[in-house]
């Protein structure tokens, strides 16, 4: 009987389930969105609860779709929406309090008081990243500190990010894990050592008891429940949202790098088992190696990328759709010089300037629609090539080509544009949903459907390779402007 991997890719506003096959075909799918919640500006929410509910609704539909039964799937591999940060009653399965989304800000001046404090050199030292709220540590921090009671009941607590929720309710509540990916990005992590610090614990006051334990990538750490899914299936893959995507463009060697373009962008250049100290903006993250194993990446997180388009299409009214982009940026030859930074909520990789605010700039009579939306779109470019400049210099390696996936990878001016502003080659796989393909090679290397490297290369098909045609000077010129258009943004304070 042919052998099923479910992935489960729960994101920031959905959640997909994808059924694939032994080569890496898509042979089911389900897709449903949940409710945002912002309760105070800055503030994002979700209920961990309609994320589960939504979660199993989308893996009865991909099911259904494929025409298989939970009995027939393999392994599940689980990727996540990462830093989302939840905490629930180990007794009851029950949420204390609405998940904090990895877009709030409401922990910012803690972060500011404890840079001010002298903290900053050791949670960058032991974890890789920087004292921003994005990470999960503040996050917790603040619920037991605002949520009335919970720090007297904190032994009977549980802490996950989402990955670590979806298998506690799968599994019954008989496993409480997480993956080294997700533990990276919690602030609590010692990325070096590999394990829970004492140090940070204690600088953000978190209980130990409320942690989950680090398990590898890829191999059975839990098993579903009938009454959970239907069947007893082996959880074998957990990454978090882009050390999946990264694992799913075959990203096994040092140097190659991929950018996800989804709500934001996310820039990661696989290191192997050498992790590079960023000085310049960049994080330092754990990955996974070919056989599910820690390694390690350097990672620029883009905060708002699809999100501007969003904007421009719910905000402003400019657009029907996100698709029509596309069109109405070919339109036109140029943007007539308007560069449009989208710093909704501040800045992130390489300033990490959460002061900073989204401005369109250049703008003279003759600028259209057209035009704003084509600056739109440039936008991702020129921030992924802050992010990509500032990588090639910390690891001290060229950048050879980047692959592509994510919802805006199907752009294919954007595409086309981001070749011509790196001066590189941009690869795009057939299957732009590299993040849940990245979950089921971690389960399918898990249960032994995929042996090794060379078998797990083979599942990833190139669509097209998109070559830049933009001369040098123009390019040079293009993001010179662009380097003005984000200083005026940051010199802009509220």
């Not at 779109?377 to 080509?401: F, H, I, P």
Request: charge should be positive.
């Amino acid at each position: 009987m042919a052998k099923r991997i479910l992935a489960i890719d729960q994101g920031t506003t959905g959640s997909t389930a994808l059924v694939f096959d032994e080569t890496g075909r898509v042979r089911g799918r389900g897709y449903a969105e949940f409710t945002q919640h912002y309760p105070k500006p800055g503030w994002v929410e979700h209920d961990a609860d309609e994320i589960w509910k939504v979660t199993r609704r989308v893996v009865g539909r991909a099911l259904r779709d494929a025409r298989t039964k939970p009995s027939r799937v393999a392994a599940i591999g689980i990727t996540n929406q990462r830093e989302t940060t939840v905490v629930w009653d180990r007794k009851t399965g029950e949420p204390v309090h609405k998940a904090i989304v990895w877009q709030d800000r409401r922990t910012a001046d803690l972060c500011a008081k404890l840079e001010a404090d002298g903290h900053e050199a050791n949670f960058r030292r032991k974890t890789g990243l920087v004292l921003d709220p994005y990470f999960s540590g503040t996050k917790i921090k603040w619920l037991l500190d605002n949520v009335r009671g919970l720090r007297k009941r904190s032994a009977d607590l549980a802490f996950g990010t989402i990955d670590s929720w979806l298998i506690w309710k799968l599994s019954g509540g008989a496993a409480h894990v997480t993956d080294y990916t997700n533990a990276s990005r919690t602030l609590l992590y010692d990325i070096y050592k590999r394990r829970w610090d004492p140090g940070l614990l204690g600088a953000l006051d978190v209980p130990a008891e409320m942690l989950p334990r680090v398990v590898a990538s890829s191999g059975t750490v839990a098993t579903t429940t009938k009454a959970a899914f239907g069947a007893e299936v082996p959880i074998a893959g957990i990454a978090g949202d882009q050390q999946a995507a990264l694992f799913g463009q075959a990203c096994f060697e040092p140097g190659l790098v991929k950018n996800t373009y989804g709500t934001g962008c996310f820039v990661l250049m696989y290191t192997g088992d050498k992790p590079v100290r960023s000085r310049k903006g960049l994080v330092t993250t754990i990955a996974c190696a070919a056989d599910g194993t820690p390694a390690y990446a350097l990672e620029g997180s883009v905060f708002i990328a699809g999100a501007a388009v969003q904007w421009l299409r719910d905000g402003l009214g400019l657009l029907k759709s996100a698709k029509r982009s596309e069109k109405m940026a070919t339109r036109v030859d140029s943007t007539l010089g308007v560069y449009l930074v989208p710093a909704f909520v501040g800045l992130g990789a390489p300033h990490w300037d959460p002061e900073a605010r989204g401005a369109i700039l250049g703008l003279t009579r003759g600028v259209t629609r057209d035009h704003v939306v084509r600056a739109a779109l440039e936008s991702l470019a020129y921030q992924t090539r802050d992010v990509v400049d500032t990588m090639a210099a910390e690891s001290k390696r060229s950048l050879a080509g980047m692959r592509v996936d994510g919802g805006a990878a199907a752009n294919d001016f954007l595409m086309q544009f981001q070749a011509d502003v790196l001066g590189v080659s941009v690869d795009r796989p057939k299957l732009v949903e590299t993040t849940a393909l990245g979950a089921a090679l971690l389960a399918g290397r898990g249960v032994g459907v995929w042996k090794d490297a060379a078998a797990l290369k083979k599942v990833r098909v190139r669509d097209r390779d998109f070559k830049p045609k933009m001369r040098k000077p123009e390019r040079e010129r293009l993001y010179a402007g662009w380097r003005k258009a984000v200083a005026a943004a940051q010199a802009f304070k509220p």
